[in-house]
Nanobody
Framework: QVQLVESGGGLVQPGESLRLSCAASGSIFSSSIAGWYRRPPGKEREWVASLFSDGDTGYADAVEGRFTISKDNAKNTVYLQMNDLKIEDTAVYFC????????WGQGTNVTVSS
């Protein structure tokens, strides 16, 4: 069973940046669509970004132009660069494949507050 470990979250002010990492225990992202998801406080988990094997990407409207998904296949790691963070980006962030196939990790908490 693949394990997903997210890291890099924290408390930041609006306009600041964070880079999240997701390390997988297997090479799941080399042949699958990699994805980031988030669960805002009191809300359901939602899709944030996808990275296809050909390098194409997709983003939710709320993060388009501010977030960038990337990966390092050699490290079985997916990244999410988050710039110009907004209060509404506050959430627990998770990675998985698209569609979701693996057990969720614990996520990493991102809090954007002034």
């Amino acid at each position: 069973q693949v394990q997903l470990v997210e890291s890099g979250g924290g408390l930041v002010q609006p306009g600041e940046s964070l880079r999240l990492s997701c390390a997988a225990s297997g090479s799941i992202f080399s042949s699958s669509i990699a994805g980031w998801y988030r669960r805002p406080p009191g809300k359901e988990r939602e899709w944030v970004a996808s990275l296809f094997s050909d390098g194409d990407t997709g983003y939710a409207d709320a993060v388009e132009g501010r977030f960038t998904i990337s990966k390092d296949n050699a490290k079985n790691t997916v990244y999410l660069q988050m710039n110009d963070l907004k209060i509404e980006d506050t959430a627990v962030y998770f990675c998985n494949t698209v569609p979701v196939f693996h057990t969720w990790g614990q996520g990493t908490n991102v809090t954007v507050s002034s």
